[in-house]
């Protein structure tokens, strides 16, 4: 089964809009971690922002925040005032305390902001 | 120089050459990691070390080599690719077993074998 599942290839959202991209995830351990990467075309990977599993809050970060969904395994990235450069691949990622140096990473999403 | 440094930024070679991509971090982690993206797949992870020990080798083929000659470097030898080697190869590095803390990425190798 794949651990980390994004089910949007591609999203498009007008500048200055909010847009949400779905991550869902699959662990037994009760502990983890999320994150969120953001690759330009350049290719360097970015990171954006990080939710723990036993945090109880959203994690918030400028412009992004993470709504963080326990019982439903889903760790969605919020872009808030969406600008031309937010348009990028964006990847969710997760880290088990179990096995804890791997990083399981999504398919990704390609997010297009038009202006 | 801080993050993670990865050389060379882009490289053209033909199957029968001998290379070898770099990666030095200086963010005082201990465990550093090779990840291959072709296009329009997921990342794939090659290889981890923990403390320079190799701890994952996600059945890459021979022809790549890791090496890891302490926590802060970490190289991939390549040697008679295939066309299909041809990827963006990306370095990281971060704490060991600490799931709090993310992954940090090199700018990659784009790669392309002819």
Request: hydrophobic share 30%.
């Amino acid at each position: 089964a794949q651990k980390i599942t994004q089910t949007q290839p591609g999203m498009f959202v007008q500048e200055k809009e909010a847009v949400t991209l779905d991550c869902t995830y699959d662990t037994s351990d009760q502990s983890y971690g999320l994150f969120w990467y953001k690759q330009p075309s350049s290719g360097e990977m970015i990171f954006l922002i990080y939710q723990g599993s036993y945090d109880e809050q959203n994690a918030t970060e400028g412009r992004y925040s993470l709504n963080f969904q326990k019982a439903r395994k889903s760790a969605n990235l919020v872009i808030s005032a969406s600008q031309l450069g937010d348009s990028a691949m964006y990847f969710c990622a997760m880290r088990e305390s179990n096995t804890g140096n791997q990083f399981y990473f999504g398919t990704g999403t390609s997010l297009t902001v038009i202006p | 120089e801080t993050g993670v440094t990865q050389t060379p930024r882009h490289l053209v070679m033909g199957m029968t050459n001998k290379k070898s991509l770099k990666c030095e971090q200086h963010l005082g982690h201990n465990a550093m990691y090779w990840y291959k993206q072709s296009a329009k797949k997921p990342l794939e992870l090659m290889f981890v070390y923990n403390f320079k020990e190799q701890t994952e080798n996600n059945s890459v083929p021979s022809r790549f080599s890791p090496e890891c000659p302490n926590s802060s470097h970490l190289f991939l030898h390549l040697h008679t690719l295939q066309p299909e080697d041809s990827a963006l190869y990306l370095c990281a590095s971060s704490q060991v077993r600490d799931r709090d803390t993310e992954a940090f990425f090199g700018q990659g190798t784009r790669l392309t074998v002819v």
